[in-house]
């Protein structure tokens, strides 16, 4: 760590000796923060908001006009890995730079010759750790499950699946901390540094490493402790005995478990309980490329699976505005108007957003080496027709057994008529759709322009007119079969 502190300074001399031109000087930036977390891949980022201040602002600022750089325009992360590959080229050039002026090599070369020792170091830590809850004899072995999504796809609903299972340790968006906590520069610098982030992050808490929220928790939590988890009481395993400690004294808790007050979070009883569990699930929604996880999917500690969440565009869109309601100001400002042009700038947001799902989805469905057997595409609007069947089918592609705990939750939970913005409990078949008959036609029709490709690859189906929009008995949807379990 202390290294990460000297980088910036290093890489500023690099710019002024090699006088670079300005386009490197962002993968400069970039580097840096690739530094902080190559360097200790486990006790990375102490306060990386801090770390991240001291990258000389004249290299965040920039200009380039290098095309791997311009991702940010319509939000979509196209570029990612181009960016990821272009780091490990710069990375190299200036080992060989420095070795030819005959400089010490930056630390980082023997960093990835130890890693590999390294690795097996933490496997061996890691099945010691395995050994004292040691899990009934037949049990499965244990995996690892992220539900990829966005916000408003179902993706809270879906996540309680995974939740209401005991013996699953399921976290609800812990990614939230560092969106909050990581700030980059606005644009691509913003999408590609929190990429590389999430998925580190990610990466420690599939190995039940919770300290590394920490980092990004404010308040920073004192003696491990914190009441400052976001979401909290979204998972049961945050809330049950052990790691629901006695309420000692009263304390403001911002998200409190919900059927019972608990001392804040002891992050340590938390790792220790994830531990203990024989499965562990992430529901994400800040993870937008499936392409970066590629590390993770190799990595044999975890045995990874990934389900990708989709949801009708149109819908999403139209759930947006109700629950983001001030960032959607313009589209409702269209909306009322009537007369003016849609700004261009909202339509690329919208077409970026849905490209990045879909670019993650053709991937997944492609099949590479690093994911086969590991990516499963679930439609929203399949869950909340047949929720037992589509619960099983994740379950299947898991590889792990479904408990009655959870076909009792889906009985309960998918036929009572309730309300709410975040609220699971629904009739799930009747609710899904409704957003088709409070919705304009000229807004479908812009998403519909938008998100074509994306849609087509789903299966939902564009409509012509507003009657077709409104009108049951037409159905959006695409039967799509056992093509999505891969
Ligand atoms: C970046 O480019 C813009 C437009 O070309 C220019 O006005 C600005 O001064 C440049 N900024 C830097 C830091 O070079
Ligand atoms: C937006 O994304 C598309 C990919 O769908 C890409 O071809 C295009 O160049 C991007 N536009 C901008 C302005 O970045
Ligand atoms: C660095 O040097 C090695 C060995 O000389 C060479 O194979 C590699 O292409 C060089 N990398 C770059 C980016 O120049
Ligand atoms: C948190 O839990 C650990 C493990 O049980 C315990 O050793 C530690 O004292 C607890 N921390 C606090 C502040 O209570
Ligand atoms: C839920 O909605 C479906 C479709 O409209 C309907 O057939 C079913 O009876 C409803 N169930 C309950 C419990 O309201
Ligand atoms: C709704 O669609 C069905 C099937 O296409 C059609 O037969 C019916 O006339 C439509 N109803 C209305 C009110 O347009």
Redesign the pocket.
Known sequence: MEKGFTLPQDCRHFLHSLRMRSKYALFLAFVVVVFVFIEKENKIISRVSDKLKQIPQSLVDANSTDPALVLAENASLLSLSELDSAFKQLQSRMRNLSLQLGMEPPEEAEEEEAAGAKEEEAAAEWEQEQEEPRPPAEAPPRRHVLLMATTRTGSSFVGEFFNQQGNIFYLFEPLWHIERTVSFEQGGANAAGSALVYRDVLKQLFLCDLYILEHFITPLPEDHLTQFVFRRGSSQSLCEDPVCTPLVKKVFEKYPCKNRRCGPLNMTLASEACRRKEHMAVKAVRIRQLEFLQPLAEDPRLDLRVIQLVRDPRAVLASRMVAFADKYETWKNWLAKGQDQLREEEVQRLRGNCESIRLSAELGLKQPAWLRGRYMLVRYEDVALRPLQKAQEMYRFAGIPLTPQVEDWIQKNTQAAHDGIYSTQKNSSEQFEKWRFSMPFKLAQVVQAACGPAMRLFGYKPVRDA??LS????SLLEERGIFWVT
């Open positions: 009657a077709s009108n049951r008995s037409v």
